[in-house]
C-alpha cells in the first residue's frame, strides 16, 4: 500500500483578504480535492504583522487583552496585546495596519503610531518584564514619532509649538523633549521583530519602497523622505545612544520606520524570523513532508528579502524538501525566489477579477488554485514514473 502523500501548509496572510490561518485552511481543502487522505500539517505564519498577538498567544498558551487606542487616521480604534508569562506582544498592524486605514484616506503622510506607543504603554502597566513588538502590514509612515509621543516625547518646532501627527509634520521638526519620556522604558526589555531590509532613509528607504503602496504620489513620496531624513537627523542628535545608525541601520524602516523611533529608545532590532518562528519546531516539521505549500498575496522582489514564503523556502531548501507558492499577484523579480528554494509558483486568480472581488473571493480562489497547481504536481509525477519505466 501506498503511503499517503504528506503536505507542510506554511503561508503567511493574504493582506486585507485572508489570515494565516485562513489561508493555510483554504490551501488544505484544495490539496484534499486532489489527494484525498492525504497527511497535511497545517503551519500558519506570522512576520509580525497581522494576527501576530493571536497566533503567539494561542502558541504559547498566553491570552488577549483588548482596549481601545488612537488608529492610524486618528480616530479609537478596538484593538488588543498578547500576554506570555512574562512577555507582552504588541502587534502594530492590530492599531496601526494599513487594514485600519480607508482607501480614500490612504496618505502616509497624515498616519500615525500613536496607538502603537499607547499599546506599549499599557503592555507596560502590566508589570511585563519584555515587550515583543511585532512590525508588519503597517499603514503608517511617521518614523514611530507617533509612538514616542505618546510614550512622552514632545516633538518641537522651531518656535517651541508641538508638532500634529504624521511624517509629513517632520519637515519642521527641530528638537525632541525627552524629559517627560516614560522611565520603564529604561529598564523594561523592548524588542521589535522587524525584517532587517527595511531601511528608513536613501534610496532603499521607506518612503521610496513602501510609500507609493500606501497611497502616496511622486511628490508625497519626495516630501515623506526628506522628512524621515530630518527625523534620523534629530533622532540621533537629541534622543538615540551615541554612534546608532538609524538612517540605514538594518530594521530601522520596519513599519513606516517605526524600527528607528523605537531604536532611538533603546529598544533592540531583531530579525523578525529569529523570534516569530522558532516557537512552531518549524525546521523539524518541514523535514517530515513530501512537499511544501506556502502562500503570499504578492509575489515579486521584495519577497526575497524577508518574506515568509522566502523563509520557508531557504529552510525547506536546506532539507531537500521542494517548495510550491501560491500568490495572488506575480510581479517583477518573482523568478528571484527559485534561488532560494521555491520549485515553483503560481497565481491564485483563476482570470482577471477587480481587487474587491479578488479580496472577498480570496479563500475560494486559493483553495481552486491549491488543487490545480496539485494536479498539475501529480501528473508530472505520473510522467516521470513513465519515462522511467520505458
Known sequence: ????????????????????????????????????????????????GEGTA???AAAGGGRLVRRAATGPVGVPVATHFALLDSTAVVEMAAVAG???????????????????????????????????????????????????????????????RELEPGGRALLRLARIDATGLDPRLRTTEIVV???????????????????????????????????LDRWAEVL?????????????????????????GLAAVGARLVPRFEVLLDHLDLNAR????DLVVTAEGALDAQTSRGKIPGEVARRAKALGIPVLVLAGTIGEGAHEVRLLG????????????????????????LTDAAERALRMVLLGSRLARAAVRG
Open 236 to 260: 540621533e542628535r537629541d534622543l538615540a545612544p551615541r554612534g546608532i545608525d538609524l538612517r540605514t541601520g538594518a530594521g530601522t524602516g520596519a513599519s513606516g520606520g517605526l524600527g528607528a
Open 1 to 48: 500500500m501506498i503511503p499517503p502523500y504528506r503536505f507542510a501548509v506554511a503561508p503567511s496572510g493574504l493582506k486585507e483578504s485572508l489570515s494565516a490561518s485562513a489561508a493555510a485552511e483554504a490551501i488544505a481543502e484544495g490539496l484534499l480535492r486532489a489527494a484525498p487522505g492525504a497527511e497535511i500539517d497545517l503551519l500558519p505564519l506570522v512576520d509580525g
Open 98 to 160: 494599513l487594514s485600519l486605514v480607508p482607501p480614500d484616506l490612504r496618505d502616509p503622510g497624515a498616519t500615525t503610531t500613536l496607538g502603537v506607543g499607547q499599546l506599549i504603554g499599557a503592555a507596560l502597566d502590566s508589570g511585563v518584564e519584555r515587550v515583543l513588538v511585532g512590525c508588519g502590514d503597517s499603514g503608517t509612515s511617521d518614523g514611530g514619532a507617533g509612538a514616542l509621543q505618546a510614550l512622552g516625547a514632545r516633538l518641537l518646532d522651531a518656535e517651541g
Open 54 to 56: 493571536e497566533a503567539l
Open 193 to 227: 521583530a522587524c525584517n532587517p531590509y527595511n531601511v528608513l532613509c536613501g534610496p532603499r528607504g521607506v518612503a521610496r519602497v513602501f510609500g507609493p503602496q500606501k497611497g502616496a504620489g511622486p511628490r508625497e513620496v519626495e516630501e515623506l523622505s526628506a522628512a
Open 286 to 289: 518541514l523535514a517530515r513532508a
Open 342 to 365: 521555491v520549485d515553483a509558483y503560481s497565481g491564485i486568480l483563476p482570470a482577471p477579477v477587480a481587487l474587491p472581488e479578488a479580496l472577498a473571493r480570496g479563500g475560494e480562489f
